[in-house]
């Protein structure tokens, strides 16, 4: 059974994609993280880079957005600097959201996606859903799109497409069409940059998500929302029940959803049999590790660590669509001494891929036996969503010791041998002060006769461990800030 549950109350939306009772995916909207992939914007170039063969681009936004040579329509593979100039206006489409080090991605072949085609107004080629392995109607296809388009456009002919009539296609093609040609209009009235066209995210992701799905249960908390779904072209009321959760229980809790939410955050996960994985995430990649944790088996070890991993290859797929990790994805399996048993690991996730709305990759074992997988990116995953990094450990996850932390204070000190101030205040947290000083004052006092100051301490209590100068001066007035 496949429900898709949506939250409408506060100003957090949330859409919950739940296969057989358990959550499969998890989107949350927030104003202040609302991914722009897909919104239209007229802007103008900021700063045309020769040697990235790219530039960047005003659009309204805080960061300049990243717009590559390959981006640019009928580029024939021509330097940048002959295409665009400093100062052009061009209407561009955000491809992938920004992130705190990297720019918002640009293209200016822009797209119009529905649910039978995408039209490109500047793609000039002709791609057809992959699902459709029949030649003969891929032949005819592509023939009589080459009779329809123009020579600039470009088309893409989803799965859907081949269930319908030519008639219907073109009806929904000219659409876009019009659509296009409107928004050209709008920016020649324009003052850039200016956002040209928003997407409305939850609703084209819900009907993403019910096209994937096929059918099942559609639940939502507003009934505004609800009927505006149900009134909506694109919904099949054949295939989709809808339901209004009208109780005061919130619809989330009411599905026992919120533990899923904080368990996508959380960096061990148990599996059924006993075993578990490690989610650790940095920069550049996201490792996941495979542990047999309390899963002993009844059989000999090499079957224990198989079953452990299929079941992790299973929760490692899941967990990916639930918290939307994307970029280089490594999978540290237990170790498998037969190569079928690999081949039978590598088989599951490309199975399981198969159920992920995203484009991904299982590009097998490296010779250290780590699965490779890729994963698009397109939006901030649900980590950058729900969370910030520690103020404390500024996203590290380590912090120093307050061992590191006295030791640094004493060399600051000895900077200070040479300043003629009988005293110095020093800001330490309790943790410091014991390393700094001993347990018995005996480090300060050697510490005074090296220095030839009077050290006094100014306690402050921080989550992590503090040792700071504060100043040297007179010993009478600096004792009035601290404790000697």
Same mark, same amino acid.
């Given at each position: 059974?496949?429900?898709?549950?949506?939250?409408?109350?506060?100003?957090?939306?949330?859409?919950?994609?739940?296969?057989?009772?358990?959550?499969?995916?998890?989107?949350?909207?927030?104003?202040?993280?609302?991914?722009?992939?897909?919104?239209?914007?007229?802007?103008?170039?900021?700063? /045309?880079?020769?040697?990235?063969?790219?530039?960047?681009?005003?659009?309204? *936004?805080?960061?300049?957005?990243? #717009?590559?040579?390959?981006?640019?329509?009928?580029?024939?593979?021509?330097?940048?600097?002959?295409?665009?100039?400093?100062?052009?206006?061009?209407?561009?489409?955000?491809?992938?959201?920004?992130?705190?080090?990297? %720019?918002?991605?640009?293209?200016?072949?822009?797209?119009?996606? @529905?649910?039978?085609?995408?039209?490109?107004?500047?793609?000039?080629?002709?791609?057809?859903?992959?699902? /459709?392995?029949?030649?003969?109607?891929?032949?005819?296809?592509?023939?009589?799109?080459?009779?329809?388009?123009?020579?600039?456009?470009?088309?893409? #002919?989803?799965?859907?497409?081949?269930?319908?009539?030519?008639?219907?296609?073109?009806?929904?093609?000219?659409? #876009?069409?019009?659509?296009?040609?409107?928004?050209?209009?709008?920016?020649? $009235?324009?003052? %850039?940059?200016?956002?040209?066209?928003?997407?409305?995210?939850?609703?084209?992701?819900?009907?993403?998500?019910?096209?994937?799905?096929?059918?099942?249960?559609?639940?939502?908390?507003?009934?505004?929302?609800?009927?505006?779904?149900?009134?909506?072209?694109?919904?099949?009321?054949?295939?989709?029940?809808?339901?209004?959760?009208? @109780?005061?229980?919130?619809?989330?809790?009411?599905?026992?959803?919120?533990?899923?939410?904080?368990?996508?955050?959380?960096?061990?996960?148990?599996?059924?049999?006993?075993?578990?994985?490690?989610?650790?995430?940095?920069?550049?990649?996201?490792?996941?590790? /495979?542990?047999?944790? $309390?899963?002993?088996?009844?059989?000999?070890?090499?079957?224990?660590?198989?079953?452990?991993?299929?079941?992790?290859?299973?929760?490692?797929?899941?967990?990916?669509?639930?918290?939307?990790?994307?970029?280089?994805? *490594?999978?540290?399996?237990?170790?498998?001494?037969?190569?079928?048993?690999?081949?039978?690991?590598?088989?599951?996730?490309?199975?399981?891929?198969? $159920?992920? +709305?995203?484009?991904?990759?299982?590009?097998?074992?490296?010779?250290?036996? #780590?699965?490779?997988?890729?994963?698009?990116?397109?939006? +901030?995953?649900?980590?950058?969503?729900?969370?910030?990094?520690?103020?404390?450990?500024?996203?590290?996850?380590?912090?120093? @010791?307050?061992?590191? %932390?006295?030791?640094? *204070?004493?060399?600051?000190?000895?900077?200070?041998?040479?300043?003629?101030?009988?005293?110095?205040?020093?800001?330490? !947290?309790?943790? /410091?002060?014991?390393?700094?000083?001993?347990?018995?004052?005996?480090?300060?006092?050697?510490?005074?006769?090296?220095?030839?100051?009077?050290?006094?301490? @100014?306690?402050?209590?921080?989550?992590?461990?503090?040792?700071?100068?504060?100043? !040297?001066?007179?010993?009478?007035?600096?004792?009035?800030?601290?404790?000697?």
């Amino acid at each position: 059974m496949n429900t898709l549950i949506v939250s409408l109350k506060g100003r957090e939306k949330r859409l919950a994609v739940m296969k057989n009772g358990q959550a499969d995916q998890i989107h949350i909207f927030q104003p202040s993280h609302l991914s722009r992939v897909g919104f239209i914007y007229y802007g103008i170039v900021s700063k /045309v880079e020769k040697g990235m063969n790219a530039c960047f681009v005003n659009i309204g *936004l805080e960061q300049n957005a990243y #717009l590559h040579r390959n981006d640019l329509p009928n580029h024939q593979n021509k330097p940048i600097s002959e295409l665009i100039h400093q100062g052009q206006k061009i209407i561009v489409q955000v491809i992938k959201d920004g992130t705190e080090t990297k %720019a918002p991605r640009l293209t200016a072949i822009i797209e119009w996606p @529905s649910d039978l085609l995408v039209y490109l107004p500047a793609g000039r080629y002709i791609a057809l859903s992959k699902k /459709v392995a029949n030649e003969k109607k891929r032949s005819e296809w592509t023939k009589w799109i080459e009779q329809q388009k123009r020579e600039e456009e470009g088309l893409i #002919l989803r799965t859907a497409a081949f269930h319908s009539s030519k008639e219907v296609l073109l009806i929904e093609w000219n659409r #876009l069409r019009l659509q296009h040609e409107k928004l050209e209009k709008e920016a020649e $009235k324009t003052k %850039a940059p200016a956002l040209l066209m928003e997407r409305q995210q939850l609703k084209e992701e819900l009907f993403a998500r019910m096209n994937e799905l096929g059918q099942g249960e559609f639940i939502c908390d507003e009934l505004d929302f609800l009927s505006s779904v149900k009134e909506d072209p694109r919904f099949e009321k054949n295939k989709w029940t809808t339901l209004f959760h009208s @109780s005061e229980e919130e619809v989330f809790s009411a599905f026992h959803l919120p533990n899923a939410a904080e368990l996508s955050l959380k960096r061990i996960i148990w599996m059924p049999s006993g075993g578990f994985i490690v989610i650790d995430r940095t920069e550049a990649m996201t490792v996941i590790d /495979v542990n047999t944790g $309390k899963f002993t088996g009844k059989s000999s070890q090499q079957q224990t660590v198989l079953l452990t991993n299929k079941e992790a290859a299973i929760e490692s797929a899941r967990q990916l669509r639930l918290r939307d990790i994307s970029g280089i994805i *490594l999978i540290d399996f237990i170790d498998m001494i037969k190569e079928e048993d690999r081949r039978q690991i590598e088989h599951i996730l490309v199975e399981e891929a198969k $159920k992920d +709305p995203k484009q991904i990759s299982i590009r097998g074992f490296t010779s250290l036996g #780590l699965m490779q997988i890729t994963r698009k990116k397109t939006k +901030p995953s649900l980590v950058e969503t729900l969370t910030v990094p520690c103020r404390v450990c500024r996203g590290t996850g380590r912090m120093i @010791s307050p061992e590191t %932390a006295a030791f640094q *204070l004493e060399r600051k000190l000895f900077e200070l041998t040479r300043d003629e101030e009988e005293a110095v205040l020093v800001e330490v !947290t309790p943790d /410091v002060m014991t390393v700094f000083a001993g347990e018995k004052h005996e480090y300060h006092e050697k510490l005074e006769k090296l220095l030839h100051k009077k050290i006094i301490y @100014s306690v402050v209590h921080s989550e992590a461990p503090v040792g700071n100068v504060i100043r !040297t001066g007179d010993f009478r007035e600096l004792s009035l800030k601290g404790t000697s």
